[in-house]
């Protein structure tokens, strides 16, 4: 988040975040003149509107009307702005990460008592991404980003490599990638992509933020946290792998050429590939990512969003019936994957109907999402604070100026645990430690 949406901050303990939307000023489920209720929906999804046509179809007497948004800051911008003023959308599209932050502002609601058998739909990771560590429920989660190993299947036969199980031999294989091509680097560490860090951790078992009562702990330097960063800080400086940022035009460049040979990334890595590195199609495959020890099954997620309720709404019995139907309805689900592209939350549709085929682009691999389903189902459970941003700005700047100094990256997650820390302070919550 930017500058202007840290300043909706409230100046509060944790506790308003786990009291705002038993508080807030909506709830009342009187229908509209007529009988007729009248949502509203923020969202950025493509092609969402159509979904919504179905439900609109089937429920004359709940209408919901969809007004695409801008994704990510710009929206949580917006919603927090039309609460303070009290007109916010019924509804609202809300990444995981920044669910605690309009939680914390008493924009979304908590829905517990309404969403029924919701939890049921969902794998265990997932859910716990809208509960905030509590046994509240914030939102309704809609796509994820389950984290697996992309690589290049021609180029590991060539060069007589073995796909690697574990984080071990993943920097042997990086190791010999290098020394029987110099030119060639197996992956890159990148220092502009915080999400992509913060779900390997969540994988190594590091659980960032935690909330008890009114108090927030913060774990950012924790012992997985700091193994992660070791192994990266090693890799890097050994010269292994390749330590340039992600989604700039040599990242591309180097991916369509075979400069750098694998990617760890999340589930919708096929869009990025086909359009970054379309010299490629169908010569990628995809694995687990590799495990930090030999037998696990764990993975972390990069990405995802929910659908959240506005505290303020008149109607969130009715608001949270449609957004349990966009996330678990088979048609409404399908229609998100068919016309949004979206990896559902939800598990029944991870595989099979609209995805019983690959994508496109790994139609050389036809089990691409029943791999990327199991993947999914062991997807590590995960926390978020309300300041997340902070986390991730300093993630930025501190592993850029260790990468150009070619100093180690522990004291970089060190200056993540601290900024983070004394942010919130700062913004009036409670915190331990």
Same mark, same amino acid.
């Given at each position: 988040?930017?500058?202007?949406?840290?300043?909706?901050?409230?100046?509060?303990?944790?506790?308003?975040?786990?009291?705002?939307?038993?508080?807030?000023?909506?709830?009342?489920?009187?229908?509209?003149?007529?009988?007729?209720?009248?949502?509203?929906?923020?969202?950025?999804?493509?092609?969402?509107?159509?979904?919504?046509?179905?439900?609109?179809?089937?429920?004359?007497?709940?209408?919901?009307?969809?007004?695409?948004?801008?994704?990510?800051?710009?929206?949580?911008?917006?919603?927090?702005?039309?609460?303070?003023?009290?007109?916010?959308?019924?509804?609202?599209?809300?990444?995981?990460?920044?669910?605690?932050?309009?939680?914390?502002?008493?924009?979304?609601?908590?829905?517990?008592?309404?969403?029924?058998?919701?939890?049921?739909?969902?794998? %265990? =990771? @997932?859910? &716990?991404?809208?509960?905030?560590? +509590?046994?509240?429920?914030? $939102? /309704?989660?809609?796509?994820?980003?389950?984290?697996?190993?992309?690589?290049?299947?021609?180029?590991?036969?060539?060069?007589?490599?073995?796909?690697?199980?574990?984080?071990?031999?993943?920097?042997?294989?990086?190791?010999?990638?290098?020394?029987?091509?110099?030119?060639?680097?197996?992956?890159?560490?990148?220092?502009?992509?915080?999400?992509?860090?913060?779900?390997?951790?969540?994988?190594?078992?590091?659980?960032?933020?935690?909330?008890?009562?009114?108090?927030?702990?913060?774990?950012?330097?924790?012992?997985?946290?700091?193994?992660?960063?070791?192994?990266?800080?090693?890799?890097?400086?050994?010269?292994?792998?390749?330590?340039?940022?992600?989604?700039?035009?040599?990242?591309?460049?180097?991916?369509?050429?075979?400069?750098?040979?694998?990617?760890?990334?999340?589930?919708?890595? %096929? =869009? @990025?590939? &086909?359009?970054?590195?379309?010299? +490629?199609?169908?010569?990628? $495959? /995809?694995?687990?990512?590799?495990?930090?020890?030999?037998?696990?099954?764990?993975?972390?997620?990069?990405?995802?969003?929910?659908?959240?309720?506005?505290?303020?709404?008149?109607?969130?019995?009715?608001?949270?019936?449609?957004?349990?139907?966009?996330?678990?309805?088979?048609?409404?689900?399908?229609?998100?994957?068919?016309?949004?592209?979206?990896?559902?939350?939800?598990?029944?549709?991870?595989?099979?109907?609209?995805?019983?085929?690959?994508?496109?682009?790994?139609?050389?691999?036809?089990?691409?999402?029943?791999?990327?389903?199991?993947?999914?189902?062991?997807?590590?459970?995960?926390?978020?604070?309300?300041?997340?941003?902070?986390?991730?700005?300093?993630?930025?700047?501190?592993?850029?100026?260790?990468?150009?100094?070619?100093?180690?990256?522990?004291?970089?997650?060190?200056?993540?645990?601290?900024?983070?820390?004394?942010?919130?302070?700062?913004?009036?919550?409670?915190?331990?430690?």
């Amino acid at each position: 988040m930017k500058p202007k949406i840290r300043a909706f901050l409230l100046a509060a303990t944790a506790g308003t975040l786990l009291l705002s939307s038993a508080c807030g000023s909506g709830g009342d489920d009187a229908t509209e003149a007529g009988g007729k209720v009248e949502l509203t929906f923020w969202s950025w999804v493509p092609g969402i509107d159509k979904v919504v046509a179905q439900w609109n179809t089937a429920h004359p007497d709940i209408h919901v009307t969809v007004s695409k948004q801008a994704q990510g800051d710009e929206e949580v911008t917006k919603v927090l702005t039309a609460n303070k003023a009290g007109n916010p959308p019924d509804l609202f599209q809300a990444e995981y990460q920044a669910l605690p932050t309009l939680v914390s502002n008493g924009a979304a609601a908590d829905l517990t008592k309404y969403a029924g058998d919701a939890k049921s739909k969902f794998a %265990p =990771g @997932v859910w &716990s991404t809208i509960t905030l560590g +509590t046994d509240a429920v914030y $939102a /309704i989660p809609q796509d994820s980003g389950p984290m697996m190993l992309y690589y290049r299947a021609d180029l590991f036969k060539d060069l007589g490599l073995q796909v690697p199980k574990t984080w071990e031999e993943f920097g042997q294989v990086a190791k010999q990638v290098r020394q029987k091509d110099p030119k060639r680097r197996l992956t890159t560490f990148s220092a502009g992509d915080p999400g992509w860090f913060a779900g390997l951790a969540q994988q190594a078992g590091a659980q960032w933020f935690g909330v008890s009562g009114d108090t927030w702990s913060v774990h950012v330097d924790d012992p997985a946290t700091k193994k992660l960063a070791d192994y990266w800080s090693g890799l890097v400086a050994s010269g292994d792998v390749d330590s340039q940022p992600m989604y700039t035009p040599e990242w591309n460049k180097a991916l369509n050429d075979g400069t750098l040979i694998a990617w760890p990334s999340a589930v919708w890595g %096929p =869009g @990025v590939l &086909s359009g970054n590195a379309p010299d +490629t199609a169908g010569k990628w $495959a /995809i694995a687990e990512l590799p495990q930090w020890a030999a037998g696990e099954h764990k993975t972390g997620s990069w990405g995802g969003s929910s659908t959240a309720v506005a505290a303020k709404s008149k109607h969130i019995a009715q608001a949270t019936q449609f957004a349990v139907w966009l996330n678990t309805d088979p048609a409404a689900v399908t229609g998100l994957i068919t016309e949004g592209g979206i990896y559902p939350a939800a598990t029944a549709a991870q595989s099979g109907g609209a995805l019983a085929k690959p994508p496109a682009f790994f139609s050389n691999q036809p089990e691409f999402y029943t791999l990327a389903q199991q993947f999914a189902g062991t997807a590590a459970g995960v926390t978020w604070g309300p300041n997340v941003n902070v986390t991730y700005a300093t993630y930025k700047d501190a592993f850029a100026k260790a990468i150009t100094g070619k100093t180690a990256f522990g004291p970089a997650v060190d200056q993540m645990q601290k900024a983070t820390v004394d942010d919130l302070k700062k913004n009036g919550f409670k915190v331990s430690g």
